[in-house]
T-cell receptor, first 113, second 115 residues
Framework: AQSVTQLDSHVSVSEGTPVLLRCNYSSSYSPSLFWYVQHPNKGLQLLLK??????LVKGINGFEAEFKKSETSFHLTKPSAHMSDAAEYFC???????????FGSGTKLNVKP | DAGITQSPRHKVTETGTPVTLRCHQTENHRYMYWYRQDPGHGLRLIHYSYGVKDTDKGEVSDGYSVSRSKTEDFLLTLESATSSQTSVYFCAISAGTGPFQETQYFGPGTRLLVL
């Protein structure tokens, strides 16, 4: 069975400092993994996805994530936070057999000036 | 933008009344989904569809039913609304075919308040 654990429910960083949002997954086979962002009172936007090509995936707005099979992790990083990055971020794993997707509980990122 | 619209965008209703939410897509994707979003729970799957008249339950399906009579429309019905169904509801489609190509795209959401 597939599942996702987002290790931090809230992360707070200062503007200009690095961002690290942690995600661990469980999957019975090689998964597809995704990060989505949701700004307040908005819908979900795809940031990036891993689909078995390069293990380091680059997404929009300077975000990237690294797939580490040995650690079953897919952490999201950004070198320098902007105020506009304040949002909630969701890590997602897919079950390709049934085209179903499993969400983590989310990490709220706060960016301080 | 995957051409997904939801209606209504906001709704207030009373306990015990039926409510239907509509999701419409313009790109003929096979898979469609209904989720609810509540604080601390992320998104939880209510029902999904893998084709016209083909649907299956998700993890929180009690109290909800769905129908898909056309590729482009996926309806979610709360048979008798309860306060616990106050939530934000998102529709999604899965685009892409072939191994590792599936990707979800979401509609703008419907805010439902059950009094």
């Amino acid at each position: 069975a597939q599942s996702v654990t987002q290790l931090d429910s809230h992360v707070s960083v200062s503007e200009g400092t690095p961002v690290l949002l942690r995600c661990n997954y469980s999957s019975s086979y090689s998964p597809s993994l995704f990060w989505y962002v949701q700004h307040p009172n908005k819908g979900l936007q795809l940031l990036l996805k891993y689909t078995s090509a390069a293990t380091l995936v680059k997404g929009i707005n300077g975000f990237e994530a690294e797939f580490k099979k040995s650690e079953t992790s897919f952490h999201l990083t950004k070198p320098s936070a902007h105020m506009s990055d304040a949002a909630e971020y969701f890590c997602v794993v897919s079950d390709r057999n049934f085209n179903k997707f499993y969400f983590g509980s989310g990490t709220k990122l706060n960016v301080k000036p | 933008d995957a051409g997904i619209t939801q209606s209504p965008r906001h709704k207030v209703t009373e306990t015990g009344t039926p409510v239907t939410l509509r999701c419409h897509q313009t790109e003929n994707h096979r898979y469609m989904y209904w989720y609810r979003q509540d604080p601390g729970h992320g998104l939880r799957l209510i029902h999904y569809s893998y084709g016209v008249k083909d649907t299956d339950k998700g993890e929180v399906s009690d109290g909800y039913s769905v129908s898909r009579s056309k590729t482009e429309d996926f309806l979610l019905t709360l048979e008798s609304a309860t306060s616990s169904q106050t939530s934000v509801y998102f529709c999604a489609i899965s685009a892409g075919t072939g191994p590792f190509q599936e990707t979800q795209y979401f509609g703008p959401g419907t805010r439902l308040l059950v009094l």
